[in-house]
């Protein structure tokens, strides 16, 4: 039912934890189950995401969405980080089951929270990112 993808993800997920004094974070609940997630980041001056960590109170697809997602958006640009989907994380994964399909949501959501929570403290606004 699940891909090697997911299994591997959940057995062994990369990025567990949180960042100390993060320059960003994100916290998020699913609406469907409840479950919580909370992403921290460290951005450097060039507003690459130079670490990336998540905690979940979650289900074992939110486990795997939540490591896949922070490999997707470690070391890259705060630009290209904003434009992860939840589709994006499902597919990296190489599909979900569809009643776990809203587990995907809560990472891609999280890191965007804490990408906006980032702008906001540097005084900047996730319209520059618009195209
Ligand atoms: Fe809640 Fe999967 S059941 S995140």
């Known amino acids: ?66 490591s896949v997602t922070t490999e997707m958006a470690k070391g890259r640009s ?11 994380v499902a597919e990296e994964l190489h599909g979900l089951p569809p009643q776990k399909l809203h587990c995907s949501n809560l990472a891609a959501d999280a890191l965007h929270a804490a990408i906006k929570d980032y702008l906001k403290k540097n005084g900047r606004s996730i319209d520059e990112f618009k195209e």
Not at 78 to 88: E, F, G, N, Q, S
């Open 78 to 88: 705060v630009a290209h980080a904003l434009k992860i989907t939840r589709d994006m």
């Open 1 to 66: 039912m699940y891909s090697k993808e997911v299994m591997d993800h959940f057995s062994n997920p990369r990025n567990v934890g949180e960042i100390e004094n993060p320059d960003g974070k994100g916290e998020v609940g699913n609406p469907v189950c409840g479950d919580i997630m909370k992403i921290t980041i460290l951005v450097d001056e060039n507003d690459i995401i130079a670490d990336v960590k998540f905690q979940t109170l979650g289900c074992g697809a939110a486990i795997a969405t939540s």
